[in-house]
């Protein structure tokens, strides 16, 4: 279901450009559990981004069910992340001033889903996180795991294929963080793609899938 | 994103910054309240002014002496030597068809004694239409005698406020008064009107036209005014007077002829002008507030980028980034608006119970470019932040 072809990314850095990925290639299915993992700087985070359609690649193929995002526009992109795609964060990146069924519904409510059929879907997947009762507390009032939990909620809400997670459990302590990596590793088994950048040694072993990341190289173990 | 979902966003964002929207809430506020005060205070001037002129009549014509140039042209070789209009000038207006009446008007300024009490007023000479004509009534005594232009009787018509001066604590009516050094008696006391436009009448004194030609020893009038019957066509009346005159003076046409309603028009020209400059002003107030809007917008902005940046990865459209920000100015001033249309009520009645006589009163337009101008200047001053939010990568959301 995606496809990457001799993808290369510049960030532009002083006179000279700096190469963060070189000519990588892969090729992910529906199902998969990918882990990346890597020195810090590698590129890791940037790959991870353009798997996302959150940034432009400079050069290759990014070929996402079939379709060449490489030659879509940003509008284009930004419907079929919304479509496709979910986003977990480090820092969870939930919004504090909505309390978390809003958060999980933002979503649903830029794709201009309607009200009542809205409020099922977060009803349904806040159960699958274990934090219904918790549905109208701030960010502010929740625990780091929890908060997390959120995100993969607000991240599974749409339905979409492949879960894009970066650092998942970075921000969280060993427990919490054994937590999510289950919550997600089950999602996974109910059909969704799962791609992670961790530095996580127990998550990135149990992957169905590894791939290393060392200065901008890629290399499948 | 619908409609309503962005009203609950926006408000959820006001929610969260209470002190900053706050703020911005009061400038709005305040600019719209001062726009729509500024223009009741204009508006009901100009209503005043209307109101004062309309008691004047509006089938009255005054003829001045003189030609005024209104449609430039240069120099008139003619003009320089104005003919005077006089009594006979008058008369033979009145026999023109569509006149009802006509008041000759001879005035000058002198002083006027009473034994030791003196004082400079105006003296007016002039017929008893002249008091028709001004809706001037008689409080006590009589008025002019009906022979006012043709013989020169010293007596004398005296304004309220003169009659105080002169003769309290004691009756006026039948005493003597001095101009210069004639004698007149007093024979009537005008009312008190209200204030009348141009002339104070309370301070004046009013002659028979022929004793006032006699006091100035000058036959020229100083204008001539023309009451005309109900139903006729106004124009024609002027042409005639112009050609009547024309002939009367030797083939020149050295009057001007102004319409009641002429004046009225110019001033309301004036006023209504005068009244958009106030409001403009009261508008730079709503600018100012819109500067304000740009650069807490513009920090906003900013401050919210990661946010921003997840929305966009969530799926949100730069054209809908774009319009959370522009509805999210609009909605501020929208609300600001109404607390500053109902401020502005609110000082309007206090301020007509304190003083009726203002009878401040808003006119619809007032409100609707208030919050037009309102609407406008968030409209505008919010574009350029909302298109720098527009513009935010999706990526920034990872720099939280
Ligand atoms: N927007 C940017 N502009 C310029 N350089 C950037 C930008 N983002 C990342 N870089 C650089 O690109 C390189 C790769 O960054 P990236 O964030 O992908 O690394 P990473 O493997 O995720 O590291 P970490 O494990 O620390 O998160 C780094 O050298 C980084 O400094
Ligand atoms: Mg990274």
């Known amino acids: ?221 | 994103m619908k409609t309503r979902d962005i009203i609950q966003f926006n408000n959820q964002l006001f929610a969260r910054h209470r002190w900053r929207t706050t703020l911005l809430m009061l400038c709005v506020a305040l600019g719209v309240s001062a726009v729509v005060l500024l223009v009741s205070v204009g508006e009901s001037a100009r209503q005043y002014v209307e109101r004062e002129f309309s008691m004047l009549g509006s089938n009255l014509l005054i003829i001045l002496p003189g030609k005024k140039q209104t449609s430039g042209g240069g120099v008139p070789f003619y003009g320089t030597t104005t003919r005077d209009l006089t009594l006979a000038d008058a008369n033979s207006i009145r026999q023109l068809p569509g006149v009802r009446s006509v008041a000759p008007i001879i005035a000058g300024t002198a002083n006027v004694s009473v034994g030791p009490r003196s004082k400079n007023v105006m003296v007016i000479g002039s017929t008893r239409d002249f008091l028709t004509a001004r809706q001037l009534s008689i409080a006590m005594g009589q008025s002019l005698p009906i022979d006012a232009e043709q013989v020169s009787r010293n007596v004398a018509l005296i304004g309220s406020e003169l009659e105080e001066e002169l003769f309290a604590p004691n009756n006026p009516l039948g005493e003597m008064l001095t101009i210069d050094d004639y004698r007149y008696r007093v024979v009537g006391v005008l009312a008190v009107r209200g204030e009348s436009l141009g002339l104070d009448m309370r301070d004046t004194v009013i002659l028979p036209v022929k004793a006032a030609e006699s006091l100035f020893n000058s036959a020229s009038l100083f204008r001539i005014l023309i009451d005309l019957n109900g139903l006729v066509d106004q124009q024609k009346v002027i042409e005639d007077v112009y050609a009547l005159i024309k002939q009367r003076h030797q083939g020149e046409e050295d009057i001007t002829i102004i319409t009641q309603q002429s004046v009225m028009e110019a001033f309301n020209n004036i006023m209504v002008t005068l009244t958009a400059v106030v409001g403009l002003l009261g508008a730079i107030s709503l600018v100012v507030a819109g500067i304000l809007i740009m650069n807490l917008s513009l920090i906003s902005v900013q401050q919210r980028r990661t946010e921003i940046g997840l929305l966009k990865a969530l799926g949100a459209s730069r054209q809908l980034i774009l319009r959370l920000f522009i509805s999210e100015s609009v909605m501020l001033v929208l609300i600001a608006s109404a607390f500053g249309l109902g401020a502005a009520q609110l000082i309007l009645s206090l301020a007509n119970q304190w003083i009726p006589v203002l009878s401040l009163a808003t006119p619809l337009w007032a409100h609707l470019s208030a919050v037009g101008v309102a609407v406008l200047t968030a409209l505008v001053f919010s574009y350029l932040p909302a298109r720098q939010a527009a513009n935010v990568s999706p990526v920034e959301v990872l720099r939280g």
């Open chain 1, 1 to 221: 279901m995606i496809t990457l072809k001799q993808l290369n990314k510049w960030y532009p850095s002083g006179e000279e450009p700096l190469h963060v990925l070189k000519d990588i290639n892969l090729t992910i299915a529906q199902g998969d559990y990918l882990s990346i993992m890597g020195p810090s700087g590698s590129g890791k985070s940037t790959l991870l981004n353009m798997l996302g359609l959150l940034d432009v690649i400079d050069e290759g193929e990014y070929w996402l069910e079939d379709q060449p995002t490489h030659q879509m526009t940003e509008e284009q992109r930004a419907r079929l992340r919304s479509q496709h795609l979910g986003f977990i964060f480090q820092n969870f990146q939930l919004i504090n001033r909505l309390s978390a069924a809003e958060n999980v519904a933002l979503p649903l409510v830029l794709a201009e889903v309607p009200k009542d059929q809205r409020d099922a879907m977060v009803k349904d997947v806040l159960s699958k996180v274990g934090l219904l009762e918790r549905a109208h507390h701030r960010p502010g009032q929740l625990s780091g795991g929890q908060l997390q939990r959120v995100a993969i909620a607000r991240a599974i809400v749409t339905q979409p294929k492949v879960i894009l997670a970066d650092e998942p459990t970075g921000n969280l302590d060993q427990t919490s963080g054994h937590d999510i990596i289950h919550l997600l590793e089950s999602l996974n088994q109910q059909g969704l793609t799962l791609l992670v950048v961790t530095h996580d040694m127990e998550m990135g072993k149990r992957a169905l899938r590894k791939v290393r990341m060392v200065d901008g190289v890629l290399s499948e173990q």
